[in-house]
């Protein structure tokens, strides 16, 4: 935790290095980010809906660097769950709530899981190394996205590159002003995932698997069967991070629709050194990161992918903090 | 017809040559036994910087130089984290990525942002071989592709017939037994990661100065990615590497070459092909592919039995 914060701090500093390159005055820009994170009600909002999705691909992304899977691909997961709630709630929208909204849920999770599956069968059938192979998923998912909202989900209107929007059958209800139940579906996921990884057998051998793979086999656990279940409910969590986007926050989709939540998923992994309790924190931190980043840009003028340069500063010092205690970050840790 | 084939020859060297440059400098580095996949942001460091030193001094090569030194420097901070402190690879590498992508970002934004108008810099002219030759057009290419071409047999050279590529590859191979008859094991893998960060910085020139003259966010593409997957395609030759950018340049010409020829394919499904390809040739040549031993291993994690 000390570790964790004195990582953040060292990032802030460096990042306000290139602020000043880039002839923006650090403070003033740093201000309005702190500001539009947690200044007044509307910040808080914000940070708790951009938490959401970081939260579910954050713990997405813990749980496969738990069993030893390099899942660099959340983002096309979560683009892939959206894609996929668009189209299902656009469909069975006519029907009564909440089947619209559960039948899209479900689609969101399914397609999450099914593109993250897919990574895991080139590895564990074929040998594909699974960086380049989620990497490439992440830029195919992209395309698809921009196929759909130009040809078959493109609006009645046809003017912009975006779908048409949810019926209101489909979409999330409020529980508090803007947040939606996406935001206590996220929190209570968090919890869910903690039992599945400690106090379950799947879990235990996910850990092991992740640790030693060889030591696995031995025992009589087959790797290749925890990657693939591991990769599995990743893909789904990650899915369905992009379904709840899409129902509970934007209302349809869009070219661009992640503006790199999946990746900033890894930083925030590891940040919580792949605790699901720790992601619940670090999602929050960059949830604010990011609600802040907008405010900056609007105020500072700074453009809001200032962020990804906290992000590579967090991921730098935490690593060479590591480093100095002989540990790794992204090994299993026991709780 | 034949006009169809030259522009799609041409069109293939001129995309392999960034994938060629980057991927014989991530060949480099894991020979050494480092897994860089931060190749993708020091291309885009490379491209930014490319951009910045032409149009500050108008001269593409001053761009070029840029590009590599910048490159180069981020090299340095990305080894003193994976040799020196000889942390986690793929962590350093994610980090590499998210700095490029902010650092340009950030300051692309703060330097011409609201010009309004596109920005072009000063780039290199293809050369004049045999002007009047239709036949020959494939080989009026900019500068820096003959160069990414030469490479290609001075690489081999390099690793495979001089004493300091066969300590190089010993560090990726086998790093204790390599430390144990005096190979500095450090040095070698400090060395390799800064030359594979030198060519890529030259694959992100080359893309803002031969390829176009300009930058955009997030040119870089992918195609560092794409280099990863070519070095596993080439069997960490340099010789399979070049057939490995070949052909993903072939595959990314023909998506342009099939858009030009107005083909029922909606355009965003084109855009997928190289990727899809990188999935399937990686599908089939993964399982006999095998690398250096020690490749993506710290030094203080290796096993000390190799």
Not at chain 1, 253 to 279: K, N
């Amino acid at each position: 935790m000390l570790r964790a914060l004195a990582a953040v701090v060292v990032a802030f500093a460096a990042s306000a290095l290139v602020l000043l390159v880039s002839g923006a005055r650090p403070l003033p820009a740093l201000a309005a980010l702190v500001a539009g994170a947690v200044g007044d009600r509307f910040a808080l909002t914000d940070t708790l809906l951009k938490t959401c999705p970081l939260l579910l691909t954050g713990l997405a992304v813990a749980l496969a660097f738990r069993c030893g899977f390099w899942n660099i691909g959340a983002e096309g997961q979560l683009l892939m769950g959206a894609l996929a709630a668009t189209a299902v709630g656009r469909t069975t929208g006519a029907a009564t709530f909440p089947l619209p909204l559960l039948a899209a849920l479900g689609a969101a999770t399914a397609a999450g899981a099914l593109w993250a599956t897919l990574a895991a069968l080139l590895r564990v059938l074929r040998g594909v190394n699974e960086i380049v192979a989620t990497i490439m998923l992440n830029f195919i998912a992209a395309r698809l996205v921009g196929w759909a909202v130009h040809g078959p989900l493109m609006e009645a209107a046809g003017r912009y590159p975006q779908s048409d929007p949810v019926p209101t059958a489909a979409l999330l209800p409020m529980v508090a002003g803007r947040v939606h139940l996406g935001v206590a579906l996220a929190a209570a996921l968090a919890a869910v995932i903690w039992a599945l990884l400690f106090r379950t057998s799947v879990g235990f051998r996910w850990r092991v698997v992740g640790d030693n793979a060889q030591a696995a086999r031995v025992a009589g656990f087959s790797p290749e069967r925890a990657v693939l279940t591991a990769m599995l409910a990743s893909g789904a969590l990650a899915g369905l991070a992009g379904g709840i986007e899409v129902l509970g926050v934007t209302g349809r989709l869009f070219e661009q629709f992640s503006s790199g939540q999946g990746y900033t998923a890894i930083a925030v992994a590891l940040l919580a050194r792949l605790h699901p309790a720790g992601v619940t924190l670090a999602a929050l931190f960059f949830g604010a990161l990011a609600a802040g980043s907008g405010a900056m840009q609007r105020v500072a003028g700074v453009s809001a992918v200032f962020v990804a340069i906290v992000q590579a500063g967090t991921l730098l010092a935490l690593l060479a903090l590591e480093a100095s205690r002989g540990r790794t970050i992204a090994a299993a840790e026991h709780p | 017809m034949t006009a169809d084939l030259i522009a799609l020859l041409t069109t293939t060297i001129a995309l392999a040559t960034p994938l060629l440059l980057a991927a014989l400098g991530e060949l480099i580095g894991e020979r050494a036994g480092i897994l860089n996949i931060g190749v993708e942001g020091l291309m885009l460091t490379g491209a930014f910087a490319g951009m910045l030193g032409s149009y500050a001094t108008g001269s593409p090569t001053l761009g070029m130089l840029a590009a590599c030194a910048t490159a180069l420097l981020l090299g340095v901070l990305f080894a003193l984290w994976v040799v020196t402190l000889d942390v986690d690879q793929v962590v350093a590498g994610v980090a590499i990525n998210l700095l490029a992508v902010g650092t340009t970002g950030v300051l692309y934004r703060a330097f011409f942002g609201n010009t309004g108008s596109a920005l072009t810099v000063a780039a290199f002219a293809p050369l004049a071989i045999a002007p009047g030759v239709a036949l020959l057009a494939p080989l009026r290419q900019p500068a820096p592709v003959y160069a990414a071409l030469a490479l290609v047999p001075l690489v081999w050279v390099f690793l495979f017939r001089t004493r300091l590529g066969l300590r190089l590859r010993a560090a990726g191979e086998a790093p204790h037994a390599a430390e144990s008859v005096g190979v500095n094991v450090v040095a070698m893998r400090f060395g390799a990661v800064l030359a594979g960060a030198l060519l890529a910085g030259a694959a992100g020139g080359y893309l803002s100065l031969a390829y176009s003259n300009t930058f955009v966010e997030g040119m870089s593409a992918g195609r560092g990615f794409i280099a990863l997957a070519i070095v596993v395609f080439g069997r960490w030759q340099p010789l399979g590497v070049l057939a490995g950018s070949l052909l993903f340049g072939a595959a990314s010409a023909a998506q342009f070459q099939l858009q030009a020829a107005g083909v029922a394919v909606p355009y965003h499904l084109l855009l997928m092909l190289p990727y899809v390809l990188t999935l399937v040739v990686l599908a089939i040549a993964s399982r006999a592919a095998r690398g250096p031993a020690a490749l993506a291993q710290r030094r203080s994690l290796c096993a000390t039995a190799d």
